[in-house]
């Protein structure tokens, strides 16, 4: 009962350890593929426009598993991101569509112009 009324408060309690897990899941990673998670994730925080918690902790999950297994591999940064990293995160991005707000608006915007079309005919 005390939980829920926290998390009322604070929101999810598990996202948030979910969070603290791929913060130290990045950290551990070696020097230049932890400075890149940490970068992608800094440009996906402004860029990223996600609203959902749960898509933002999955989206965070695959790319710590990204670069968890390109460190195994000594898969270099390079050979990841490739030439642009802004077109890696973007396109990154894209798979996680669902979670941003814009994507509520534009099917907000599709449903009302399918309305009117609809009440027209």
């Known amino acids: 009962m005390a939980a829920k009324w926290i998390e009322t408060v604070t929101g999810s309690l598990e996202q948030k350890k979910q969070y603290r897990e791929h913060k130290a899941l990045v950290k551990a990673l070696p020097a230049p593929y932890r400075t890149a998670a940490e970068a992608i994730e800094r440009y996906l925080m402004y860029f990223g426009n996600i609203s959902d918690g749960g898509v933002m902790l999955t989206m965070l999950d695959d790319l710590g598993e ?45 449903n009302a112009i399918n309305g009117i079309a609809d009440a027209e005919n």
Not at 81 to 91: K, L, N, S
């Open 66 to 110: 990204l670069f968890e297994q390109a460190a195994a591999d000594g898969t270099p940064v390079r050979s990841i991101v490739g030439a642009d990293p802004v077109e890696f995160v973007e396109t990154f991005l894209a798979n996680y569509s669902e979670g941003q707000w814009i994507s509520k608006e534009r099917q907000r915007l599709v």
